[in-house]
């Protein structure tokens, strides 16, 4: 690479850092989290509110940097909005829950955080996956800091015990999966995922594991008992009946409906003239394979989804060799699901009746937009993840290398539309902070894969599942 080249390169970081800083939340002199974006040209809205989710690759970020404070001061607050007693009332957040987001909001010069718990959201829908990301952040701050006594605190394993509480309730439903709404995660409007979809089912894996790190002196062997028993079922359940590659694919073709019993192969019911074989045949490469979008009653959503394919490798839910196939597919199938920005949220959009449908007409899922198979910068630490864990460095170095030469020039947006990501997101904004930090994230994963022991977790092992984690 030329002298000229890595000179613009190491000016893109600098901006980068100096607009992470800008985006610092501070509550009575603490910083205590990120604002979703510093775009001055729209109006706020929730963009100024700190999101559980967007502040995942600025934790992992700090945390690499040695930043605890702000980490720390993240989880305790966030942690003091969580409802800990029983509300009798259909529109107040349960016990457990953490909240989607939140702000600091002053009056009569006093200070205090206002929660959002799904009040303020599009349809009202709840974040089911802040309660599973914050579980994930503190045991990856456990990790860097190797102050295990944070999270033996009384109030922290309450927090998770509550959580966990939520998570494996018994419930109207006989699979090891987490049933949620649509819009519950990342893809928070409406897109046809309601049910089991995979980016909860791969985040809910991750957390039982790092729960079943931190749950160390909770007293309550009932939870820990629960989270072993889910764990394998849940694993075994994904790489099952979510897998589909070429071999997968000519069993599903084969599938007999209507069959009941324990001896059916078709456990769910698919309908197989449900499939678009004759695309998934040409598109799938030899070696290559993917988790699917969500499995349910006479249902297998094909279309492919990036954070939970991602997080099904860092976490092992994937196997080995799924990891593998994975990869080969980004690899082979590179103009589909990455173009030039990485990468497409899912892959491929809904289109003409099926748009109408699944999202409703929604004017800002059109297709190749948005949620309906925009491209998301914030993906890209994930991907550089994903890739440094299976050893495919030679993704990672492709993926940096379109988005450090555009996201500086087009002022960090929040995504690109079009089938290759050619095109600034109509309704994108500007300073997105997970924009930045997923970028900065990336480049430190790539000079360092050791920072990958954050948020990645070897295969399952039921054994030494009860050790703490290793200080």
Same mark, same amino acid.
């Given at each position: 690479m030329e002298r000229e080249e890595l000179a613009i390169f190491d000016d893109v970081e600098k901006q980068a850092?100096?607009?992470l800083e800008k985006s610092i939340i501070y509550y009575k002199g603490r910083p205590v989290g990120t604002v979703a974006a510093c775009d001055c040209s729209k109006a706020a809205l929730n963009y100024d509110h700190c999101f559980v989710r967007d502040f995942v690759s600025s934790a992992l970020l700090f945390l690499i940097k040695g930043r605890y404070d702000i980490v720390r001061n993240f989880l305790e607050e966030t942690l003091k909005l969580q409802p800990?007693?029983? $509300? &009798?009332? !259909?529109?107040?957040?349960? $016990?457990?829950?953490?909240? !989607?987001s939140f702000k600091v909001v002053s009056t009569n010069e006093q200070e205090y955080l206002e929660s959002d718990f799904g009040e303020h959201a599009i349809a009202r829908v709840t974040s089911v996956d802040s309660c599973l990301w914050w579980i994930i952040i503190l045991h990856a701050y456990v990790k860097a800091t190797k102050d295990i006594s944070f999270a033996l605190q009384p109030e922290f394993q309450q927090g998770i015990m509550l959580i966990m509480e939520l998570c494996l309730a018994t419930r109207f439903d006989m699979y090891p999966t987490l049933l949620v709404p649509d819009g519950a995660c990342m893809i928070?409007?409406?897109?046809?995922?309601?049910?089991?979809?995979l980016e909860i089912q791969a985040l809910f894996y991750t957390a039982l594991r790092a729960a079943r790190k931190l749950?160390?002196?909770?007293? =309550?062997?009932?939870?820990?008992?629960?989270? +072993?028993n889910r764990l394998p079922l849940l694993r075994d359940h994904i790489r099952h009946h979510y897998w589909i590659d070429m071999k997968r694919l000519n069993v599903i073709y084969r599938f007999k409906g209507e069959e009941y019993g324990h001896l059916a192969t078709n456990q769910f019911n698919i309908y197989p003239d449900s499939i678009p074989y004759a695309?998934?045949?040409?598109?799938?490469?030899?070696?290559?394979?993917?988790?699917?979008?969500?499995?349910?009653?006479? $249902?297998? =959503?094909t279309r492919f989804f990036a954070l939970g394919n991602m997080m099904s490798i860092l976490s092992s839910l994937a196997s080995e060799q799924q990891s593998q196939a994975i990869?080969?597919?980004?690899?082979? $199938?590179? +103009? +589909?699901?990455?173009? @030039?920005?990485?990468?497409?949220?899912? &892959?491929?959009?809904v289109e003409k009746e099926e748009y109408r449908i699944f999202t409703?007409? =929604?004017p800002k899922n059109m297709p190749w937009s948005y949620h309906n198979g925009g491209s998301w910068p914030v993906l890209i630490w994930s991907l550089i993840a994903a890739a440094q864990k299976t050893g495919r460095t030679n993704i990672g170095k492709r993926a940096i290398e379109l988005a450090q030469t555009r996201l500086s020039e087009d002022h960090w947006p929040e995504y690109y539309d079009g089938t290759r990501g050619l095109l600034i997101g109509k309704e994108a904004r500007r300073c997105q902070t997970w924009t930045i930090t997923g970028f900065l994230?990336?480049? @430190?994963?790539?000079?360092?894969?050791?920072?990958?022991e954050l948020i990645s977790f070897g295969q399952f092992d039921l054994e030494n599942a009860s050790q703490a984690c290793e200080l």
């Open positions: 850092w100096k607009l800990i007693e029983s $509300q &009798f009332n !259909a529109y107040t957040p349960i $016990q457990g829950f953490i909240p !989607a928070f409007r409406r897109m046809g995922i309601y049910g089991y979809p749950l160390i002196c909770a007293g =309550d062997e009932e939870i820990v008992i629960g989270i +072993d695309n998934l045949a040409i598109w799938l490469p030899k070696h290559g394979g993917y988790l699917a979008g969500n499995v349910g009653p006479s $249902q297998l =959503d990869m080969n597919l980004i690899e082979e $199938q590179w +103009d +589909d699901l990455v173009g @030039e920005m990485p990468m497409k949220i899912c &892959f491929p959009a409703g007409c =929604d994230l990336a480049k @430190e994963l790539m000079r360092n894969p050791h920072h990958l």
